[in-house]
């Protein structure tokens, strides 16, 4: 991180301090380390039978469904999730709590996601499964009559670790429904939160491209602070993430606000999102450093997109307050669109 950056996040961590919260140091970007030994597995779930894993070399291949299952498991050392095979919809998405140096679980099994589901309009998957394992990548794709469906996913123990990719070949937009856990350890349960930190300097501009927090000039390396939603627990000090839209759009739910109301509010609930997204978009999940990157937004891509859109070292990096102030959490968790 260069030194502006540095001197951005610790001005930010002297203003919070003063008013009384505390935000721990910003965990280090994903970088190969978080990786280590790293690689996916995929099981059918009702015979326990390892059906493709990464090995030395990259694997592609086809699976017929029927060896997957109509629910198949991707598993892997720091993360892993189920898949549905006739929608691909993501089910169980949570991180293994294993040992890492970047490590952000606390060293614990930290559920994320229930599901993420797309509603496909009566369209499914019928192929077979076109699988590539590549150390620790993953792609799995899967076609229908007018429907295509990719995940791409990363076992690593943070960055932007997956996404997911509609196309449709009528053009239009798919919608996805994401829905956090629930867990039964006290204090281990997901939520959206308003981030603090980034509502505190909403309007200002920063990275290392500015000469002014007023005026900027905004620009690749010179980014206005908007409100940041967030997913943390309260139990893991280094625990964030964030949805990640690129050519998605997110549908308000006008009912949920924060527990203390903020204006303007960024309507989004505590336990669920939804997002249209275009056809060749994609969703993504971003942990770590990388969810509190003060970015610009992805670029347009409708093909071939990538897992993450940053620019290491010049952007700053906000954090988040642990323990998170009360009233920044969204309430209710879920609530009907509008």
């Not at 956090?180 to 006290?186: E, V």
């Not at 997913?231 to 997110?250: E, H, K, Y």
């Not at 609930?269 to 937004?297: H, I, K, L, Q």
Request: charged share 15%; aromatic share 6%.
């Amino acid at each position: 991180m260069s030194r502006r950056s540095n001197a951005l996040t610790l001005a930010v961590v002297t203003a919070t301090l003063a008013a009384g919260a505390t935000v721990l140091p910003a965990a280090q970007a994903a970088s190969s380390k978080g990786c280590d030994g790293g690689g996916y597995r995929l099981v059918n779930l009702t015979t326990g039978a390892t059906v493709a894993r990464a090995g030395a070399d990259r694997v592609r291949t086809t699976v017929p469904a029927a060896a997957l299952g109509a629910r198949f498991a991707v598993r892997g050392k720091y993360t892993q999730f189920d898949v549905r095979a006739a929608d691909f919809a993501v089910l169980d998405q949570a991180f293994t709590g294993a040992a890492n140096e970047l490590d952000i679980t606390g060293g614990r099994f930290t559920p994320v996601f229930a599901s993420k589901v797309p509603d496909h309009r009566g369209l499914t998957l019928t192929s077979g499964v076109s699988v590539e394992l590549d150390d620790e990548g993953l792609s799995l794709q899967r076609t229908g009559t007018g429907l295509s469906m990719k995940l791409q996913a990363k076992d690593c123990a943070q960055g932007g670790i997956f996404q997911m990719e509609p196309q449709r070949t009528d053009g239009t937009a798919t919608r996805v429904t994401h829905t956090l856990a629930q867990s039964s350890t006290p204090g281990l349960t997901p939520s959206y939160v308003d981030n603090p930190t980034f509502r505190q300097r909403a309007g200002q501009f920063l990275g290392s491209g500015c000469t002014s927090v007023v005026t900027g000039p905004p620009g690749q390396f010179c980014v206005q602070v908007a409100p940041r939603v967030n997913i943390v627990n309260g139990l893991s000090a280094r625990f964030v993430a964030r949805d990640s839209a690129q050519v998605a759009t997110r549908v308000p739910q006008s009912a949920c606000n924060t527990a203390t109301p903020v204006t303007p509010s960024v309507r989004h609930c505590g336990g669920m999102s939804v997002w249209d997204v275009a056809s060749g978009g994609r969703m993504g999940f971003v942990t770590g450093e990388d969810s509190t990157e003060v970015a610009n937004p992805p670029t347009t891509c409708t093909s071939d997109c990538q897992a993450q859109n940053q620019v290491k070292g010049r952007l700053a990096v906000l954090g988040i307050p642990f323990p998170l102030p009360a009233g920044s959490r969204l309430t209710p968790r879920t609530a009907p669109l509008g």
